[in-house]
Each structure stands twice: as structure tokens, then as C-alpha cells.
């Protein structure tokens, strides 16, 4: 399916169409209101060819459920850390989209171990993932993140190779 975007003027009597380009649509998402009336053009736009237009619609808080799974899986980086930036995306993808979205990219990672109480996660896989991730960034967003609770970051503060993880571990155990 392709997706084009176009800008039309009437009065009734005349009717023009011009095609919109990709920074004027960016702009007009930009000004959209953000709400659930919107989510079936949030969902149009979440396929268009141009990942800045993307780009601009993954920053929505009311995108449909099939939008955020695309969005998350999107060939842009840019994309993916835009759309998981969202709490209510966080909220609605599944423990496998969270997983894949994670292995892609450390930067992906990180923001997942950041703001892992967010996602609806059903088992350890994640979890385990970005307690053995071998970017030490990954690992310190997770020993800093205060929901994960004491087992896991004992389990860091003793175990983990890195000082400074070990470090932040400590400093979070209640």
C-alpha cells in the first residue's frame, strides 16, 4: 500500500489538491491533536515512506495498538527509540516486541532498561537480557532503574564485571 499525503482547499465551488512533501506533513502531524480521534490517520501515517513522517507520528500518545507494533519494528533506529520513548507504547507492546526492539540496539537497550516498569512483561527473558547485556551502559541504566527490585540489583551489585555497575547496584538496594 502506498501512502501519499495531500492538501486539499475548497469553497464549495473550486477544489484544489497539492501534494504534500514529507516536511510539510512532519509539520502538520506536529500540529495534530493527540487523541484517540486521530488513530486511524496515526495508523495511515505510521506506513508512510519517509521515516521522518514516521518519525513525527511515533511521538504520538494515542497511536493504535498495530501502529506502535510497527513503529517498534521499523527499519529507522530513530523510529524505534522515538515510539518507545511513549509511555502508552511502552504499555501496549507485547514481552516479544519489547525483546526484539531491545537486541537491536544498544541505545534501544538502555531506554528499555530505563523505563523497564513500563512495559508488560511476563516473564524474566527481557530482564535477563539487559542483566547480561555486554554494553555497560545498558547494564548501569538497569542497576540505576528504582522498580526493579532488590533481588535483581543484589544479584548486580555482586556479580556483574563492571565496578561502576556494581556501584550503582549497591547505592539503589533498599
Do not use: W
Request: net charge negative; with cysteine; charged share 20%.
Amino acid at each position: 500500500m502506498t501512502v501519499t499525503a495531500q492538501l486539499i482547499v475548497s469553497n464549495g465551488d473550486q477544489r484544489f489538491a497539492i501534494e504534500l512533501t514529507s516536511q510539510a506533513l512532519c509539520a502538520t502531524v506536529a500540529k495534530l491533536p493527540d487523541n484517540t480521534s486521530q488513530s486511524g490517520l496515526f495508523d495511515l501515517l505510521s506506513r508512510y515512506p519517509d521515516s521522518q513522517v514516521r518519525f513525527a507520528v511515533a511521538g504520538m500518545e494515542n497511536l493504535p495498538n498495530e501502529a506502535v507494533e510497527r513503529l517498534a519494528a521499523d527499519s529507522s533506529l530513530m523510529v524505534v527509540l522515538q515510539v518507545m520513548k511513549s509511555k502508552a507504547a511502552r504499555q501496549s507492546m507485547n514481552p516479544g516486541q519489547v525483546h526484539t526492539a531491545a537486541l537491536r540496539d544498544p541505545e534501544v537497550a538502555a531506554l528499555v532498561a530505563a523505563t523497564l516498569e513500563d512495559f508488560n512483561l511476563d516473564g524474566d527473558t527481557v530482564l535477563a537480557y539487559l542483566e547480561n547485556h555486554p554494553d555497560t551502559h545498558v547494564r548501569a541504566k538497569l542497576a540505576g532503574n528504582p522498580f526493579i527490585g532488590n533481588a535483581v540489583l543484589r544479584r548486580i551489585a555482586t556479580g556483574d564485571r563492571d565496578a561502576r555497575v556494581r556501584e550503582i547496584a549497591g547505592d539503589m538496594v533498599v
